[in-house]
T-cell receptor, first 114, second 111 residues
Framework: KAGVTQTPRYLIKTRGQQVTLSCSPISGHRSVSWYQQTPGQGLQFLFEYFSETQRNKGNFPGRFSGRQFSNSRSEMNVSTLELGDSALYLC?????????????FGSGTRLTVV | GENVEQHPSTLSVQEGDSAVIKCTYSDSASNYFPWYKQELGKGPQLIIDIRSNVGEKKDQRIAVTLNKTAKHFSLHITETQPEDSAVYFCAPLSGNTPLVFGKGTRLSVIA
């Protein structure tokens, strides 16, 4: 059974550019959540999608956006990149939040903004 | 919102000794209590979880205990091995709110 797949694994971008990250959940999982991980702030929740609808959003500026497709794959976009956006971006999928079966994380996309 | 604190932030133990990490939360409505392990270059991986109607759960060398009255739960690792070295996160869950992670505990097992 394939796990959560995130692409690309590594990315280097310049300040002011935009970036799109992709997440393919485990087959059958309909809930996808995104987290930003930095040494200083730890794991911070970005947003959650279920059946193409955003169910929850963390405390991040509007430059951070996401979407989910009908096959449950999700993308997140960061526009006008800042140096502080350098982080590991993690995607997690689950059958549904309410099942409390635990979330399965991908290995993340390491974004470096220079 | 949920306020989660983990202690200690770093922990070094000799191989074969036990390790205990404590997680304190603020939301009394929390009803699911997982622990995640993150190894270098990987995402967090669920290693054990417990629901609010159970006080303790064990899976081989790892166990989780829950004290709902005091609002804390702990991860116990016995007979530690070098491969247990990683960062451990607690993430108590309340109903339909997103997972809120603790800051993490870096465990080093010294051979």
């Amino acid at each position: 059974k394939a796990g959560v797949t995130q692409t690309p694994r590594y990315l280097i971008k310049t300040r002011g550019q935009q970036v799109t990250l992709s997440c393919s959940p485990i087959s059958g999982h309909r809930s996808v959540s995104w987290y930003q991980q930095t040494p200083g702030q730890g794991l911070q929740f970005l947003f959650e999608y279920f059946s193409e609808t955003q169910r929850n959003k963390g405390n991040f500026p509007g430059r951070f956006s996401g979407r989910q497709f009908s096959n449950s794959r999700s993308e997140m976009n960061v526009s006008t990149l800042e140096l502080g956006d350098s982080a590991l971006y993690l995607c997690a999928s689950s059958l549904d939040r309410g099942t409390m079966r635990g979330y399965t994380f991908g290995s993340g996309t390491r974004l470096t903004v220079v | 919102g949920e306020n989660v604190e983990q202690h200690p932030s770093t922990l070094s133990v000799q191989e074969g000794d036990s390790a205990v990490i404590k997680c304190t939360y603020s939301d009394s409505a929390s009803n699911y209590f997982p622990w995640y392990k993150q190894e270098l270059g990987k995402g967090p991986q669920l290693i054990i979880d417990i629901r609010s109607n159970v006080g303790e759960k064990k899976d081989q060398r790892i166990a989780v205990t829950l004290n709902k009255t005091a609002k804390h739960f702990s991860l116990h690792i016995t007979e530690t091995q070098p491969e247990d070295s990683a960062v451990y996160f607690c993430a108590p869950l309340s109903g339909n709110t997103p997972l809120v992670f603790g800051k993490g505990t870096r465990l080093s097992v010294i051979a």
